[in-house]
Nanobody, 126 residues
């Protein structure tokens, strides 16, 4: 059973930066695609960034140029570096994973992921 634990959420001012971390365990030797999603109160969960087992990256248009997803296989950890944060980035951020690879067009869809972390809160406010 794949387990995910997020950390790094915090309250920051607009223009600030945060780095979220997600430790992945239980995947064994399986190829695992990972992603970050977010959900604000009253809104649907939306894809932010994805990284395949082979380091293929995908980003939502609203974070391109500001957020960077990466992974450290030795630490079984995936990161989301968030720069130039805006108030509209405020949300609960979730790490998600699925065994194997996804087609590019489906990588940002929450329904394609089988494993989820508990979430970490990001608040951007002055």
């Amino acid at each position: 059973q794949v387990q995910l634990v997020e950390s790094g959420g915090d309250s920051v001012q607009p223009g600030g930066s945060l780095r979220l971390s997600c430790t992945v365990s239980g995947s064994g030797n399986s190829a695992v695609s990972k992603a970050w999603f977010r959900q604000a109160p009253g809104q649907e969960r939306e894809g932010v960034a994805t990284i395949s087992d082979g380091d293929s990256l995908n980003y939502a248009d609203f974070v391109k140029g500001r957020f960077t997803i990466s992974q450290d296989r030795a630490k079984n950890t995936v990161y989301l570096q968030m720069n130039a944060l805006k108030p509209e980035d405020s949300a609960m951020y979730y790490c998600a994973a699925v065994k194997g690879n996804l087609w590019t067009w489906e990588r940002l869809r929450p329904s394609k992921y089988d494993y989820w972390g508990q979430g970490t809160q990001v608040t951007v406010s002055s």
